[in-house]
Protein backbone atom coordinates (compact mmCIF):
# COMPACT_ATOMS: atom_id res chain seq x y z
CA UNK A 1 0.00 0.00 0.00
CA UNK A 2 1.13 3.43 -0.68
CA UNK A 3 0.66 6.09 1.80
CA UNK A 4 -1.46 8.98 0.39
CA UNK A 5 -1.15 10.93 3.70
CA UNK A 6 1.41 12.88 5.85
CA UNK A 7 0.53 14.05 9.32
CA UNK A 8 3.09 16.37 11.54
CA UNK A 9 1.71 17.84 14.91
CA UNK A 10 3.53 19.45 17.68
CA UNK A 11 4.11 18.66 20.92
CA UNK A 12 0.69 19.11 23.08
CA UNK A 13 3.20 21.20 25.44
CA UNK A 14 3.13 23.98 23.08
CA UNK A 15 -0.08 24.88 24.01
CA UNK A 16 0.29 26.08 27.38
CA UNK A 17 4.14 27.05 26.93
CA UNK A 18 3.30 30.15 24.16
CA UNK A 19 0.99 33.10 24.56
CA UNK A 20 -0.99 33.30 21.13
CA UNK A 21 -2.18 36.54 22.44
CA UNK A 22 1.21 38.37 23.38
CA UNK A 23 3.19 41.14 21.39
CA UNK A 24 7.21 40.54 20.58
CA UNK A 25 7.63 43.92 20.62
CA UNK A 26 11.21 43.58 19.31
CA UNK A 27 14.17 40.79 17.61
CA UNK A 28 15.04 39.70 20.99
CA UNK A 29 11.20 38.75 22.39
CA UNK A 30 10.68 36.88 19.07
CA UNK A 31 14.23 34.77 19.27
CA UNK A 32 14.12 34.50 23.19
CA UNK A 33 10.31 32.89 22.61
CA UNK A 34 12.22 30.73 19.65
CA UNK A 35 14.68 29.69 22.51
CA UNK A 36 12.41 28.86 25.22
CA UNK A 37 10.74 26.24 22.47
CA UNK A 38 13.98 24.74 21.82
CA UNK A 39 14.92 24.30 25.57
CA UNK A 40 11.77 22.88 26.21
CA UNK A 41 11.57 20.48 23.01
CA UNK A 42 14.65 19.28 25.02
CA UNK A 43 13.89 19.22 28.42
CA UNK A 44 10.36 17.44 27.16
CA UNK A 45 12.43 15.24 25.12
CA UNK A 46 9.40 15.99 22.09
CA UNK A 47 12.36 16.55 19.25
CA UNK A 48 15.39 18.35 18.94
CA UNK A 49 17.16 21.56 20.18
CA UNK A 50 15.38 24.13 17.75
CA UNK A 51 12.48 26.14 17.89
CA UNK A 52 10.92 28.79 15.60
CA UNK A 53 8.07 31.54 15.67
CA UNK A 54 6.82 33.09 12.33
CA UNK A 55 5.36 36.80 13.53
CA UNK A 56 3.29 39.25 11.66
CA UNK A 57 4.07 43.13 10.85
CA UNK A 58 2.60 43.96 14.03
CA UNK A 59 4.76 41.47 16.09
CA UNK A 60 1.45 38.96 16.46
CA UNK A 61 2.54 35.43 16.50
CA UNK A 62 1.41 33.29 13.74
CA UNK A 63 2.57 30.16 14.86
CA UNK A 64 5.33 28.23 16.08
CA UNK A 65 7.23 25.05 15.15
CA UNK A 66 10.45 22.49 17.05
CA UNK A 67 11.98 20.01 16.16
CA UNK A 68 9.46 17.21 15.03
CA UNK A 69 12.20 15.10 12.87
CA UNK A 70 12.51 11.52 15.12
CA UNK A 71 9.43 11.58 16.59
CA UNK A 72 7.94 12.08 13.34
CA UNK A 73 10.36 9.97 10.97
CA UNK A 74 10.37 12.34 8.79
CA UNK A 75 13.32 14.58 7.87
CA UNK A 76 11.42 17.92 6.73
CA UNK A 77 9.50 18.29 10.15
CA UNK A 78 12.57 20.57 11.24
CA UNK A 79 11.21 23.81 13.68
CA UNK A 80 11.31 26.45 10.69
CA UNK A 81 9.59 23.83 8.51
CA UNK A 82 7.10 23.43 10.99
CA UNK A 83 6.69 26.56 11.76
CA UNK A 84 6.23 27.79 8.15
CA UNK A 85 3.59 24.73 7.53
CA UNK A 86 1.83 25.89 10.34
CA UNK A 87 1.67 29.53 9.44
CA UNK A 88 0.67 28.64 6.11
CA UNK A 89 -2.14 26.70 7.33
CA UNK A 90 -3.48 29.45 9.50
CA UNK A 91 -3.42 31.78 6.75
CA UNK A 92 -4.60 29.43 4.25
CA UNK A 93 -1.29 31.17 1.77
CA UNK A 94 1.80 29.04 0.49
CA UNK A 95 3.60 32.38 0.31
CA UNK A 96 2.90 34.41 3.54
CA UNK A 97 3.63 37.93 2.00
CA UNK A 98 1.43 37.06 -0.77
CA UNK A 99 -0.92 39.80 0.26
CA UNK A 100 1.75 42.54 0.88
CA UNK A 101 2.02 42.11 4.39
CA UNK A 102 5.04 41.55 6.60
CA UNK A 103 6.36 38.37 7.90
CA UNK A 104 9.43 37.13 10.27
CA UNK A 105 11.23 33.99 11.15
CA UNK A 106 12.86 33.79 14.39
CA UNK A 107 14.89 30.75 14.55
CA UNK A 108 16.77 29.91 17.61
CA UNK A 109 20.04 28.54 15.41
CA UNK A 110 20.58 29.64 11.81
CA UNK A 111 18.51 27.62 9.15
CA UNK A 112 20.30 24.64 7.13
CA UNK A 113 20.34 24.21 3.59
CA UNK A 114 16.50 22.56 3.66
CA UNK A 115 14.87 25.68 6.00
CA UNK A 116 17.38 28.24 4.33
CA UNK A 117 15.52 27.06 0.82
CA UNK A 118 12.00 27.12 2.45
CA UNK A 119 12.84 30.54 3.38
CA UNK A 120 13.44 31.78 0.48
CA UNK A 121 9.75 30.56 -1.12
CA UNK A 122 7.50 30.56 2.36
CA UNK A 123 7.24 34.55 1.83
CA UNK A 124 9.03 36.25 5.20
CA UNK A 125 10.74 39.45 4.66
CA UNK A 126 13.07 38.92 7.88
CA UNK A 127 15.07 36.39 8.80
CA UNK A 128 15.75 36.35 12.99
CA UNK A 129 18.75 34.29 14.15
CA UNK A 130 20.26 33.04 17.33
CA UNK A 131 23.35 30.94 17.53
CA UNK A 132 25.40 30.00 14.21
CA UNK A 133 24.99 27.31 12.00
CA UNK A 134 28.93 26.61 13.48
CA UNK A 135 27.46 26.89 16.80
CA UNK A 136 25.30 24.00 16.03
CA UNK A 137 28.02 21.93 14.82
CA UNK A 138 30.60 22.41 17.42
CA UNK A 139 27.99 21.56 20.12
CA UNK A 140 25.90 18.87 18.83
CA UNK A 141 26.10 16.26 16.19
CA UNK A 142 24.30 17.86 13.66
CA UNK A 143 25.30 18.45 10.20
CA UNK A 144 23.81 21.84 8.96
CA UNK A 145 24.27 21.22 5.11
CA UNK A 146 25.79 23.45 2.54
CA UNK A 147 24.99 27.08 2.09
CA UNK A 148 25.97 29.41 -0.48
CA UNK A 149 28.81 31.64 0.22
CA UNK A 150 26.93 34.50 0.84
CA UNK A 151 23.76 33.09 1.78
CA UNK A 152 22.83 36.30 3.53
CA UNK A 153 23.17 38.17 0.29
CA UNK A 154 21.00 35.72 -2.20
CA UNK A 155 18.46 36.14 0.90
CA UNK A 156 18.32 40.01 0.90
CA UNK A 157 18.59 40.15 -2.64
CA UNK A 158 15.03 38.25 -2.62
CA UNK A 159 13.62 41.26 0.02
CA UNK A 160 14.44 39.01 3.31
CA UNK A 161 16.79 40.98 5.49
CA UNK A 162 18.87 38.91 8.23
CA UNK A 163 19.88 39.29 11.57
CA UNK A 164 22.05 37.07 13.26
CA UNK A 165 23.18 37.13 16.64
CA UNK A 166 19.87 37.74 18.86
CA UNK A 167 20.49 36.08 22.21
CA UNK A 168 23.24 33.81 20.66
CA UNK A 169 25.09 32.89 24.17
CA UNK A 170 21.44 31.84 25.30
CA UNK A 171 20.72 29.90 22.02
CA UNK A 172 24.40 28.28 22.40
CA UNK A 173 23.70 27.07 26.01
CA UNK A 174 20.72 25.00 24.56
CA UNK A 175 23.15 23.59 22.17
CA UNK A 176 25.60 22.80 24.54
CA UNK A 177 22.72 21.29 26.83
CA UNK A 178 21.75 18.91 24.16
CA UNK A 179 25.36 17.93 23.33
CA UNK A 180 26.12 17.04 26.82
CA UNK A 181 22.82 15.18 27.34
CA UNK A 182 24.04 12.26 24.27
CA UNK A 183 20.41 12.53 23.28
CA UNK A 184 20.30 12.08 19.47
CA UNK A 185 17.46 13.29 17.56
Known amino acids: MIYAQV ?7 VHEAVDANAVYPDDAAKVGLAIRLSADNVDLATGGPF ?7 EHRLIAVGVNRVVPHTCSVAHAEM ?8 RLQRFR ?9 LATSSQPCCQ ?3 ATVWAGVNELLIGARAEDVEELTEFDEGPLPADWVGELEKRGIAVRR ?6 ARDVLRRYGESGTHY
Open 7 to 13: HLTLPAW
Open 51 to 57: GAAVFDG
Open 82 to 89: MAYMTAQQ
Open 96 to 104: LNEDGGSFS
Open 115 to 117: CYG
Open 165 to 170: DILRDE
